[in-house]
C-alpha cells in the first residue's frame, strides 16, 4: 500500500512539473529585459488602469528614468540591487495641468516608494515592501 503511494504521488508531481513546463517557456520567450524596455501602466493600486497611448509609461535605462503619467514627462534616476531591489526616484514632471491629475500623482507616488521588482513574463511587478502597488505590461 505504501509503494503504491509513493508511486502516486510521484506521478502526481511529475504531471505537475510537466504542466509548468509551458507556463515557464512561456514566461521565458515574453520576459524583457527591465533596462531599454518601455512599460505602460495597466493597474495602479489594485485597479486596471485603461491608458491611452503614450500616457503613464516608465523607462529604465542606464540608470536613468523617464516616462509620462497623464500628460506631464517625468526624469530621474534609479539603483537596482541584489535579490531585485529597486530605488526610483527623485522624480522631477513638467507641470501641466491635465485630467487625471490625481492618478499621475498617485502613479508617482507608487514609482517613487519601489523597494523592489518582479517580473512574470511580459509584466514588471512594483513593490513597496512586498506590497504590490504597480503592475506594467512591456510595450512591443
Not at 18 to 33: I, L, V
Not at 93 to 102: E, I, S
Request: hydrophobic share 40%; aromatic share 6%; proline share 4%.
Amino acid at each position: 500500500m505504501k509503494i503504491l503511494f509513493r508511486i502516486a504521488a510521484l506521478a502526481a508531481t511529475v504531471a505537475l512539473t510537466a504542466g509548468c513546463c509551458n507556463c515557464r517557456s512561456y514566461q521565458k520567450k515574453t520576459r524583457r529585459p527591465l533596462e531599454g524596455t518601455e512599460w505602460q501602466l495597466i493597474q495602479l493600486d489594485g485597479r486596471s488602469v485603461k491608458a491611452a497611448p503614450e500616457t503613464f509609461v516608465l523607462k529604465l535605462e542606464n540608470g536613468s528614468v523617464s516616462g509620462a503619467g497623464a500628460c506631464n514627462r517625468l526624469m530621474g534616476s534609479y539603483t537596482t540591487g541584489e535579490r531585485r531591489a529597486l530605488k526610483i526616484g527623485p522624480l522631477a514632471t513638467t507641470k501641466m495641468a491635465c485630467p487625471n491629475l490625481d492618478q499621475e500623482q498617485q502613479f508617482l507616488r507608487a514609482i517613487e516608494a519601489t523597494t523592489h521588482y518582479d517580473m512574470d513574463g511580459p509584466m514588471l511587478l512594483l513593490l513597496s515592501n512586498g506590497e504590490l502597488h504597480a503592475v506594467f505590461q512591456a510595450l512591443p
